[in-house]
């Protein structure tokens, strides 16, 4: 399974190493990755996962455009070997990967406040984090977007997710930036007690579409900086 995993991924890699020569406003320090890492902290049983950039991380946000469709998302990005059934989701093809998060225009964590003032569908920009499974798509510059599927499909998604028509699930971890560093932390339980994993680190501009049945409803439209340079996912659990 995992060799196969690493075999899908090198499908984009070219693509995502193109996109990361483009230049964009967002394309900043703040998503230049300078390292990657997952612990495991077995005596609390949680995984800490954290994305070290140039810059300081969680301090660029998209530019609100007023509407859902077109929407811009920034994203930090673990892509991992880990199975969908791991994190809730029924068992399908593609790259279940970790992405925290901030969109201005629209909340998709309705379980979440995320700003503690007792609203709970105004905190899009706060930086959070999702499970998606990601999958080769050209329609889109970066190659790859959020798996959908139909109303009529057999998915089964976790009872957190933001029943939108992905594999996308919002389940509320805790995310922190502080100087360089952003990270969350995923209490085992939630991903099947897995730690034998292999990962890696990505910095993305994507968007949202509700409008063109030409494209996905969340694709990759650029690539800022990857942490193994070509998103070989070769870095292990500490």
């Known amino acids: 399974m995992k060799n196969g995993i690493l075999n899908f991924m090198g499908l984009f890699a070219g693509i995502l190493l193109t996109a990361c020569a483009q230049e964009s406003p967002y394309n900043t320090t703040d998503f230049k990755i300078q390292s990657v890492s997952v612990t495991a902290e077995k005596d609390l049983g949680v995984l800490?996962?954290?994305?070290?950039?140039?810059?300081?991380?969680?301090?660029?946000?998209?530019?609100?455009?007023?509407?859902?469709?077109?929407?811009?998302?920034?994203?930090?990005?673990?892509?991992?070997?880990?199975?969908?059934?791991?994190?809730?989701?029924?068992e399908t093809e593609g790259i279940v990967a970790l992405a925290l998060t901030s969109h201005p225009d629209f909340d998709d964590t309705p379980l979440w406040d995320e700003n503690n003032d007792?609203?709970?569908?105004?905190?899009?920009?706060?930086?959070?984090?999702?499970?998606?499974?990601?999958?080769?798509?050209?329609?889109?510059?970066?190659?790859?977007?959020?798996?959908?599927?139909?109303?009529?499909?057999?998915?089964?998604?976790?009872?957190?997710?933001?029943?939108?028509?992905?594999?996308?699930?919002?389940?509320?971890?805790?995310?922190?930036?502080?100087?360089?560093?952003?990270?969350?932390?995923?209490?085992?339980?939630?991903?099947?007690?897995?730690?034998?994993?292999?990962?890696?680190?990505?910095?993305?501009f994507m968007q949202v579409n509700t409008s063109k049945a030409s494209l996905p409803m969340l694709g990759v439209y650029e690539v800022f900086s990857i942490a193994s340079g070509d998103l070989s996912l070769p870095y292990n659990v500490n």
Do not use: C
């Open 48 to 90: 800490v996962w954290e994305i070290k950039v140039d810059g300081k991380a969680g301090n660029t946000v998209p530019t609100a455009v007023g509407q859902l469709d077109g929407a811009p998302v920034l994203g930090y990005v673990f892509p991992t070997t880990l199975k969908s059934t791991d994190v809730g989701f029924s």
């Open 118 to 204: 007792t609203v709970y569908d105004n905190d899009g920009v706060i930086w959070h984090p999702h499970w998606v499974v990601l999958h080769q798509d050209d329609r889109v510059k970066g190659g790859l977007s959020v798996k959908q599927f139909k109303k009529a499909d057999a998915v089964v998604l976790p009872p957190t997710n933001p029943e939108m028509p992905m594999f996308m699930d919002s389940p509320g971890y805790p995310v922190t930036t502080v100087s360089q560093s952003i990270k969350v932390v995923v209490p085992s339980y939630r991903m099947n007690h897995r730690t034998d994993f292999n990962y890696d680190g990505v910095t993305a």
